[in-house]
């Protein structure tokens, strides 16, 4: 095997920092036109039980992205992202046309929550709803080249079980969808997975542009 071995992992954001809140990832990076990478992660509070056993925090939790100016060398943490009415996890991120940068953010209000930076991710708009339904779930955001469109993959509903009667805690209807216009308007592209079963989820998709190719990752399974 002639590829280099990876190197050991190292520490790149403490625990400790801001609050001692666990922080997490759970979409791929994005690499800027000035050659920043950026990386969303967000803020999630520890169970009361795993609390009782010495992980006590301070603030509330919010999300941002980490920014590595070097290809990885450094990085530094931006934003505090957050909205009173709903927890913001699972951030995913696109560099639009106009420069600025796009994150849409999983909630529990029914919908994607939106947010916009103007510098290359170092400060974030107010997050808002956006008009893209979401049961709760993560979706993944990608800029196809060399056209610039945006596609995402998302469950196509909004809260868990509201899909159909009788579909408790479904995550179903995963499609993907087009955006022409920098993330104004939205128009099916495809159905990727649909079942409606109690418990049924199909959700987490990760998108990989390969040539002229996009290939899709999920997770199916029932509860």
Request: glycine share 8%; proline share 9%; net charge neutral.
């Amino acid at each position: 095997n002639s590829d280099p071995p990876w190197t050991k992992p190292r520490l790149i954001l403490p625990q400790n920092a801001s609050g001692n809140i666990p922080k997490v990832v759970a979409n791929t990076l994005t690499v800027l036109s000035n050659g920043d990478w950026v990386l969303p992660f967000w803020e999630e509070v520890p169970l009361e039980s795993i609390q009782r056993r010495g992980c006590e925090h301070t603030g509330a939790p919010t999300a941002g992205v980490l920014m590595s100016p070097d290809e990885g060398g450094t990085w530094q943490a931006f934003g505090a992202i957050s909205n009173p009415d709903t927890r913001l996890l699972e951030g995913t991120v696109v560099e639009l046309r106009s420069g600025e940068l796009l994150m849409l953010l999983r909630s529990n209000k029914g919908c994607l929550f939106e947010t916009i930076s103007g510098d290359m991710g170092r400060t974030w708009s107010p997050p808002k709803p956006s008009r893209l339904p979401n049961p709760n779930t993560k979706v993944h955001l990608v800029k196809l080249q060399p056209e610039g469109h945006l596609v995402l993959a998302f469950n196509n509903h909004n809260h868990a079980g509201a899909y159909t009667p009788g579909c408790r805690a479904c995550r179903t209807a995963l499609q993907l969808a087009v955006s022409l216009d920098d993330g104004y308007t939205w128009h099916r592209l495809a159905e990727l997975d649909n079942e409606v079963a109690p418990g049924i989820r199909m959700h987490y998709p990760t998108l990989v542009q390969v040539g002229s190719e996009l290939a899709v990752v999920y997770s199916r399974f029932y509860l």
